[in-house]
């Protein structure tokens, strides 16, 4: 990324750039919300582009807020994880890397969430049960590790 900086927080940029996620715990800490990703097919946490936006704690914020429905959420703005991942090519878009930067984000109101149009579902798991589960994204069991030994 520093060999080519343009606009890293915009997602043109095909050489890869930031986006922000949310490790979005329950109000225990126990459980995290995860969504099944319509275009990856795959669980992970909520989140999504910077759409220019330096801010990615406020990026993480925003998007568990569009993609769970749920409202009294708090981020902590301290980055909990980082994680670069590629992302496949998909119609006119080719293969790009995704900086993911990724905050705690905790639900201290309602936690009855609403599935939207990013996700085939989405479910509050047991951060101790993803932590061993081999079936789970790496990054997943990497954050409830990191969660669980806090």
Request: charged content about 30%; aromatic content about 8%; hydrophobic content about 45%.
């Amino acid at each position: 990324m520093l060999a080519d900086p343009g606009p890293v927080y915009e997602r043109r940029r095909l050489a890869g750039h930031f986006t922000g996620s949310a490790w979005l715990v329950d109000a225990s800490g126990q459980r995290v919300l995860l969504t099944h990703h319509r275009k990856l097919g795959r669980w992970l946490q909520l989140g999504g582009h910077a759409d220019g936006d330096a801010d990615l704690a406020a990026v993480a914020l925003k998007e568990a807020e569009e993609e769970s429905g749920l409202g009294d959420l708090v981020v902590e703005p301290a980055i909990f994880d980082l994680d670069r991942h590629a992302i496949p090519a998909r119609g006119e878009e080719p293969e790009h890397w995704h900086y993911d930067v990724r905050f705690v984000v905790r639900a201290t109101g309602s936690e009855d969430f609403a599935v939207g149009e990013e996700s085939l579902d989405l479910a509050w798991k047991p951060v101790s049960e993803l932590a061993g589960d081999v079936a789970a994204d790496e990054s997943l069991r990497r954050m409830a590790a990191k969660w669980l030994s806090r």
